[in-house]
T-cell receptor, first 112, second 112 residues
Framework: DAKTTQPTSMDCAEGRAANLPCNHSTISGNEYVYWYRQIHSQGPQYIIHGLKNNETNEMASLIITEDRKSSTLILPHATLRDTAVYYC?????????????FGEGTQLTVNP | NAGVTQTPKFRILKIGQSMTLQCTQDMNHNYMYWYRQDPGMGLKLIYYSVGAGITDKGEVPNGYNVSRSTTEDFPLRLELAAPSQTSVYFCASNPLWSNEQYFGPGTRLTVT
């Protein structure tokens, strides 16, 4: 699986957009980009994933660059409850097993 | 659906004791996983299973055993607890066609 690089921490003001970057310069053509988050002391929660097109759901948007070497998770209107560690994971979507490798992620702190 | 449930929530063990961490999912998911998370670190995969009767080692399997006799249950066994096994343990599952993993609330284990 491709290795990912994320900033250790970021801050964001409540109500503003939070843009979390992820670098995955060694990504292969069949690898997907996944984002999970972990609110303190809870189990991780799936947010969104994509292959090469931008994706949006009720939680967030995922922007993947044309060369697929990096991506950005966007929380359009961050709230205090979005304070969490955000993990960017690159993984082949396959049916023979779907182990995810969690790095150390980005600690996002949303400030009032 | 209850999703992924784990018991107990907290446990303190003495060195050399044994215990079983329970994990149950009611979503009929094929894949199940056990992760551990040390303070300030990302999750590390201990064992995983792609279906009843099939288990395989993850990144950090030493000191642990698992079994998968049913689709729903995936218990994790610690035979001789050591202080290095002090951690938070998360169980997760996902269906055959997706990498979207659903996590349980975790078991916080302390070995003294």
């Amino acid at each position: 699986d491709a290795k990912t690089t994320q900033p250790t921490s970021m801050d964001c003001a409540e109500g503003r957009a939070a843009n979390l970057p992820c670098n995955h310069s060694t990504i292969s053509g069949n690898e997907y980009v996944y984002w999970y988050r972990q609110i303190h002391s809870q189990g991780p929660q799936y947010i969104i994933h994509g292959l090469k097109n931008n994706e949006t759901n009720e939680m967030a948007s995922l922007i993947i660059t044309e060369d697929r070497k990096s991506s950005t998770l966007i929380l359009p209107h961050a709230t205090l409850r979005d304070t969490a560690v955000y993990y960017c994971i690159v993984r082949v979507e396959e049916t023979s097993g779907s182990r995810l490798t969690f790095g150390e992620g980005t600690q996002l702190t949303v400030n009032p | 659906n209850a999703g992924v449930t784990q018991t107990p929530k907290f446990r303190i063990l003495k060195i050399g004791q044994s215990m079983t961490l329970q994990c149950t999912q009611d979503m009929n998911h094929n894949y199940m996983y056990w992760y551990r998370q040390d303070p300030g670190m990302g999750l590390k995969l201990i064992y995983y299973s792609v279906g009843a009767g099939i288990t395989d080692k993850g990144e950090v399997p030493n000191g642990y055993n698992v079994s998968r006799s049913t689709t729903e249950d995936f218990p994790l066994r610690l035979e001789l607890a050591a202080p290095s096994q002090t951690s938070v343990y998360f169980c997760a599952s996902n269906p055959l066609w997706s990498n979207e993993q659903y996590f349980g609330p975790g078991t916080r284990l302390t070995v003294t």
